[in-house]
């Protein structure tokens, strides 16, 4: 049964950290580029980083570049993301999605995680 777990979301001040967690399980985790996406309240849902299987080469929304790190741990199916410097636009539900690299069609979404940057 292929599972995706977000964790770590929570209300942080402007300025302030957070680090959230995508636990997989179900699917070969070396095998799957894993990225976070978002969704602001009214607004479409978002991709914010990337992290490819071979190699861990990374992608990042333009305006999280140098603020957010993501990273992926494979001895606990994980993939994490560092997010520091938060503003209020960062504020949306984050989700991780998993997406085989060697079937671009095979892809499999968590059910997120609500990130709030307010004062």
């Known amino acids: 049964q292929v599972q995706l777990v977000e964790s770590g979301g929570g209300l942080v001040q402007p300025g302030g950290s957070l680090r959230l967690s995508c636990a997989v399980s179900?699917?070969?985790?070396?095998?799957?580029?894993m990225s976070w996406y978002r969704q602001a309240p009214g607004k479409e849902r978002e991709l914010v980083a990337t992290i490819f299987a071979n190699g861990g080469a990374t992608n990042y929304k333009d305006s999280v570049k140098g603020r957010f790190t993501i990273s992926r741990d494979s001895a606990k199916n994980t993939v994490y993301l560092q997010m520091n410097t938060l503003k209020p636009e960062d504020t949306a539900v984050y989700s991780c999605k998993a997406r085989a690299e060697y079937d671009s069609g095979i892809e499999y979404w968590g059910k997120g995680t609500l990130v709030t940057v307010s004062s």
């Open positions: 179900g699917f070969t985790f070396s095998a799957y580029a």
